[in-house]
Structures are given as structure tokens and as C-alpha cells.
């Protein structure tokens, strides 16, 4: 396909998103079965075209004037892609084509901006989302928004008890494979652009060898922060499908015990193929249907909790969650975090660590969140994450984006990462020691 017949498709699948307020994953894998004459590659450049338009879509809107899928398109072509006005005007006319451009469309796609946008606009952030980032981020509330309105790299994290950076680098190095940030176990390979496929690293061997997981570095340096140790008892109770699960299990040796367990029976199936293909020998897995028995496993050295949140610190990866989240789903959100919270506490020991997690830069989910449990808990204290990193990880430490002293934001404005927030808190914990925990070392 030329460009022409790609951007008539994306228009056709913003327009199915749009009306159908369908996923943008399921509205492109239906018209990639619809259209099996695309190849991977025509598939990819529609695929980026629709995200990138979605990524930014208050800010492409905003220049045409219009939010209708093809005023997006054009404008990602212009604003994303690069393309002079003549150039998008010479391709909507070939065959295939969207179509000539009018004249209000050649106008607005020459135009430029002003340089005093709003926020919602200048950060592509939804507006009623616009005082919470003015809450984190004050002056820098735009700047931070359209970061996260830019195209993610892959990251992957080193799996330590099959291999080391230095192996997987070199399996990966035809695509580019570099270090990660922050994490010494991060492998990145750059964002393609709309002419380079994805690179498929869960079909290399390597992965099957189980030597990697894809895992962004913030998530890595999430799990990096609990501070887990060989011999250890451990419950990650938001599991999903798994990430940290394994992370951790790398940092305890296959040493203790480790517990996954999630509510939610669909996102914790995958877990199981994961342990075992990552060699993973001391983890349980309990599911919401084991009534009492996550009860009966604690009380726990150290709880994860991977907060159900808004998941606004990936929007870079998932454009149309950041659209379709409401303020109803956002309350709610708020509501499950704070029970998750509250069962953490009930299942770490005294003088146990409470590591909580969202990958959300939004206050009312972390700071907020983690202020209105202290007042409820006495016995719990907040461990600064600038301590417990130099035990743990070791380098640099970051500051934080949110300017937290206790609690750490990392953001790709600030950190190239996702959004990840974290809270280290321990419980009880009059008279604890942390002689014995060292930063991690890596090959």
C-alpha cells in the first residue's frame, strides 16, 4: 500500500474507535483480518498513524479546528510525521486516497500555533484531568502531559536467574538494543518509526529461553524498591499477568516463599506460562476463588500492591485509555486503592514492608492516596525512597517528579520512563534494621 491507501485506512479505523468507542487494539486487528491483503508493514504505519492521532489528539484537533478522524490524520501527518502541507495535499488526491484537501484544511495544516496553549491543549491532556496535573506538576503540567503524548520505547528487563545484560544485548543487538535508564536490568530498544516494524522480541528465542520480559524500567525500579531478599515471604496481590511477580521472584534467588495473587482470574492467567518459562520455582499462585488461603499463607515480610489506578502513567503506550477514562471509573479507582491498601496492612507483619505502586502520575492516586492512609495508621511510616534506593539499587537517585522528598514519580518528561509512582512504608517499625540489604548487582 502507498501512503494514500494507509491514511484512508487509519481514518477508517479512528472513525470505528470514534463510534463504536471501540479499543483501538480491536479496531485495528479487525480491519487488519478485513484487509488481508495489507502486509505487516502497511499494517504498522496504520497502526502508527492511529496512535499517533490519539496520543495528540487535542492538540491536532485544536490546530484543524475539528476532532473528525480525518482532521486528526491530516494533522498527525503535519504535526507527528512531519509532512509539509503540499506533500499531505499530493497524497490525499492519489488513488486510495482520503480525498482533495479543502481549502480550511490547507489553511489550518499551514498555519502556526501560538505559543501560549492551554493545557489541555499544549499537553494534550484531557480538561477535567487538567487541575490534577497542575496539582503534580505545577508550571510544568503541559510539558509533562505531552510527553506522555509521545510514541514508547520497549523495554525489556533482564531475567538474572537465566542471564545477565551482557547476554541479552548481544541477542538483541540487531535491534538496536541498548541499556536501559535507572534499572540495572533494563535493555531498550528505541520506538520505531512509522516505516520500521515493531520489533517482535517475544518471538526471539531468547525470550522463549526465558533470559527477558518486557517490563518498562519504571516498573523495574518499582519492584527494585521493595527491597526483597533470598528467604523472604512475599504477596504481590495486584499480580495481573505477572511483571513484578517476576521480578521479584529473580531478586529473592528462588529463596522464600512468594505469593501472586489478583482478583481478577482473566489478567492472572497468564502468569503461569511465565513463571515457567522464567524458571521461577517458589512462587504460589492463589486466585480470588482460594477463599481465605492468601490470609492463611501471611502474615508477609514485604506486600506489593500494584494499585488498580487510571493507568495515566502509560498513555504513551495506550493513547485511547487516556479518552475514555471518566470521572465515575476515576472515583472508583480511587475507592479500590484505598481497600487494597487496607488489606496490604492487615497481611504485612509487624515490622513488614507495604510497597505501593500505580502507574498513575495523577495525586489523587498517590500522594493523596498514600496521606490518607498514614492518618488512619499511626504504626506506618513512609521509608524515603532517596534511602531505599541507595540500599537497593545503588547510581543516581532520581528526584522526583511531583517534588516528593518521602515518595518517588518518575515521568518521561523527567526520567524517560512511563509514569510510575511508589511508596515504601514500613509497619510497626520501631527498632527495624536494614543491615543485610545491599543494591543489586548485575553482570
Avoid at 90 to 116: C, F, I, N, V, Y
Avoid at 284 to 291: L, N, P, R, T, Y
Avoid at 377 to 391: D, L, S
Wanted: neutral net charge; glycine residues 10%; aromatic residues 6%.
Amino acid at each position: 500500500m502507498r501512503l494514500a491507501g494507509r491514511v484512508s485506512a487509519a481514518i477508517d479505523v479512528l472513525t470505528e474507535i470514534f463510534d463504536r468507542h471501540r479499543p483501538a487494539s480491536e479496531a485495528l486487528k479487525d480491519w487488519g483480518k478485513a484487509h488481508r491483503f495489507a502486509g505487516s508493514t502497511d499494517r504498522h504505519a496504520i497502526g502508527t498513524l492511529v496512535y499517533d492521532a490519539l496520543r495528540r489528539r487535542n492538540s491536532l484537533s485544536f490546530r484543524m479546528g475539528s476532532a473528525a478522524p480525518r482532521a486528526l490524520a491530516l494533522a498527525a501527518l503535519r504535526d507527528v510525521w512531519g509532512l509539509s502541507t503540499d506533500a499531505i495535499g499530493s497524497m490525499a488526491e492519489e488513488q486510495h486516497g482520503p480525498g482533495k484537501l479543502t481549502a480550511e484544511e490547507r489553511t489550518a495544516l499551514a498555519r502556526e500555533l501560538p505559543a501560549d496553549l492551554p493545557v489541555d491543549v499544549a499537553g494534550d491532556v484531557p480538561e477535567w484531568l487538567v487541575p490534577s496535573y497542575e496539582k503534580a506538576f505545577g508550571p510544568r503540567a503541559a510539558e509533562e502531559g505531552a510527553a506522555l503524548a509521545q510514541r514508547a520505547p520497549v523495554d525489556l528487563r533482564v531475567n538474572v536467574l537465566k542471564a545477565n545484560r551482557a547476554q541479552v544485548l548481544a541477542a538483541l543487538d540487531r535491534f538496536g538494543a541498548v541499556a536501559g535508564p535507572w534499572s540495572p536490568l533494563a535493555v531498550r530498544i528505541a520506538a520505531p518509526g512509522p516505516d520500521t516494524r515493531n520489533a517482535n522480541v517475544e518471538a526471539e528465542p531468547a525470550h522463549g529461553l526465558g533470559w527477558f520480559e518486557v517490563q518498562d524500567a519504571g516498573s523495574q525500579v518499582a519492584a527494585l524498591l521493595s527491597g526483597v531478599q533470598p528467604g523472604m515471604t512475599v504477596a504481590d496481590i495486584c499480580a495481573g499477568a505477572g511483571g513484578k511477580t517476576l521480578a521479584l521472584a529473580a531478586m529473592m534467588k528462588n529463596e522464600g516463599e512468594l505469593v501472586a495473587h489478583d482478583l481478577d482470574r482473566f489478567r492472572l492467567r497468564p502468569i503461569f506460562e511465565r513463571l515457567t518459562r522464567a524458571g521461577v520455582a517458589n512462587c504460589e499462585v492463589i486466585s480470588a476463588h482460594d477463599k481465605g488461603k492468601l490470609e492463611a499463607a501471611g502474615p508477609f515480610d514485604t506486600v506489593v500492591i500494584d494499585a488498580p489506578c487510571s493507568g495515566s502513567g502509560s498513555w504513551r503506550r495506550k493513547p485511547d485509555a487516556k479518552w475514555r477514562l471518566t470521572p465515575k471509573q476515576f472515583a472508583q479507582r480511587i475507592k479500590d486503592q484505598a481497600q487494597v491498601l487496607e488489606k496490604g496492612f492487615q497481611l504485612a507483619k509487624p515490622g513488614g514492608t507495604i510497597l505501593y505502586i500505580t502507574c498513575s502520575v495523577l495525586p489523587e492516586e498517590n500522594t493523596g492516596q498514600i496521606a490518607a492512609f498514614l492518618s488512619c495508621h499511626k504504626e506506618i511510616r513512609i521509608v524515603p525512597y532517596k534511602e531505599h534506593w541507595e540500599r537497593m539499587i545503588g547510581g543516581p537517585v532520581p528526584e522526583s517528579a511531583d517534588g516528593a522528598e518521602d515518595t518517588l514519580l518518575l515521568t518521561p518528561a523527567r526520567h524517560d520512563t512511563d509514569g510510575f509512582f511508589m511508596a515504601v512504608m514500613k509497619k510497626g517499625c520501631e527498632g527495624i534494621s536494614f543491615t543485610g540489604l545491599a543494591p543489586l548487582t548485575v553482570e
